[in-house]
């Protein structure tokens, strides 16, 4: 039978008798926008991530963009990422005024090359946006410390890394801890998703949670009050009564993961290249991504079977036409771009069953073989 690469009606038949009756609950009260639903999931996401201040928005990319709207950046300012991530990274630092400052990854983690960063530092340089890519945080302390030495924001691109956590000088930091913010998404497809575009931001600096606040709503504390020039983006109350049904399962939703990732990893060994986790991390598989010889054509393969499967991401951003003016060329990122060319994601969703995943399985042995 198809086996999809994620199956979202499956996580709802598992939370139909907790979700419905929240959803109605707004729907009876009909406070759809900033209801109590909005601050509680502030708090709770805040709590997962060890901080005191969580500001929802309306997506992941302004989580972002907010974040680094609050560094007041000006023309010329860099902001150094990696080329190999979802458009909305480096979307969000030209939208918020910064100049993208590529640098490649490292082969194993997919995550930024530390070494490259720190050549990539120059005196106009205002942050580093390091991604937690695939659910795998990036090596924080030594970023941090790096960032410390040069004066620098970090925005953790924290998108595909909810309740992702990493051993730092021997205590536990959760993804979106130790940056100058952490920046979430919750869409859909997300390991915490909503039934529609959903952010959030979380920040120990009580400062800048205040100025998030007022930027979300049209840069004003106060209706009809503005200090400054916000935006809208308010994550809505029926998403937020989703989200806060979800999050008591998220933890277990990411052992289901490191679960199937495990069995992935067994049936795999020696024939393609598993994902590498870093000894200090504890991944949260939000893809399971390998790296395989003949990629386009055991893509094929897989679809023929009906067997879902995707590339992220079949281009990096250094060589996509809107980055053209920045000046970069093929063949400056070889890390990023042999990435590009050889990863697949197979389903790895805590609902996906050992006769569902044993089909995955025999499908890419079978195209080895």
Known sequence: MPVPLLDLRAQFDTIRD??????LAVVERQQFIMGDEVGKLEQAVAGLCGVPHGIACASGTDALLLSLKVLNLQPGDEVVTSPFTFFATAGAIANAGGKPVFVDIDSRTFNLDLDQVEAAITPRTRAVVPVHLFGQM?????????????????????AQAIGARQRVDGTWKMAGQTGTTGAFSFFPS???????????????DAALAERLRRLRLHGGAKQYHH?????????????????????????GWSAARRQRAARYDQA????????????????????????VARRDALKAHLAKLGIGCAVYYPTPLHVQPCFAPLGYRQGQFPEAERAAREVLSLPVYPELTDPLQDQVIEAVRGFYR
């Open 18 to 23: 907790e979700v419905l009756p929240s959803l």
């Open 138 to 158: 990036a090596p924080m302390a030594c970023l941090l410390e790096m960032s410390r030495r040069h004066g620098l924001a970090v925005i953790e691109d924290a």
């Open 190 to 204: 997300k390991n915490l998703g909503a039934w529609g575009d959903g952010g959030m931001i979380v920040t120990g």
């Open 268 to 291: 795999f060994a020696g024939l393609v290249q598993t994902p590498f986790v870093a000894p200090e991390n504890e991944h949260i598989y939000h893809q399971y991504t390998v790296r």
């Open 227 to 251: 200090d400054e020039i916000g935006t809208n983006s308010r994550l809505d109350t029926l998403q937020a009564a989703v989200l806060l049904t979800k999050l008591p399962h998220l933890a």
